[in-house]
Nanobody
Framework: QVQLEESGGGLVQAGGSLRVSCIGSQRTFRRYGMAWFRQAPGKEREFVAAISWSGRTINYLDSVKGRFSISRDNARDNAKSTIHLQMNSLKPEDTAVYFC????????????????WGQGIQVTVSS
């Protein structure tokens, strides 16, 4: 079973940058499509970005295009693979808990497209 763990995040001023990362528990993780979602207080969880296992297909939420960048490092052998979300020009409305998600066969923008989820990590952007 795939287990995901997020790291990074924290508090930053508007206009600043942060990077969140997600590491998978198994080496088969490199064959999974991966995504980032976020959930702000009182709001539903929303799609932010997704990347296919090869890295050739990438999708973004319109409001983060040009500011956020998703990437992955498919490590070889038994090393664990990692995905990253580099967030630049952050805005207060980007404040949310960010969740990493994975699925072997799908790469969508809905929560139902992903079978595995991390616990989430807080990103706070102050104005």
């Amino acid at each position: 079973q795939v287990q995901l763990e997020e790291s990074g995040g924290g508090l930053v001023q508007a206009g600043g940058s942060l990077r969140v990362s997600c590491i998978g528990s198994q080496r088969t993780f490199r064959r999974y499509g991966m995504a980032w979602f976020r959930q702000a207080p009182g709001k539903e969880r929303e799609f932010v970005a997704a990347i296919s296992w090869s890295g050739r297909t990438i999708n973004y939420l319109d409001s983060v295009k040009g500011r956020f960048s998703i990437s992955r490092d498919n490590a070889r052998d038994n090393a664990k693979s990692t995905i990253h979300l580099q967030m630049n020009s952050l805005k207060p409305e980007d404040t949310a808990v960010y969740f990493c998600a994975a699925d072997y066969s799908r790469l969508g923008d809905g929560m139902e497209d992903y079978d595995y989820w991390g616990q989430g990590i807080q990103v706070t952007v102050s104005s």
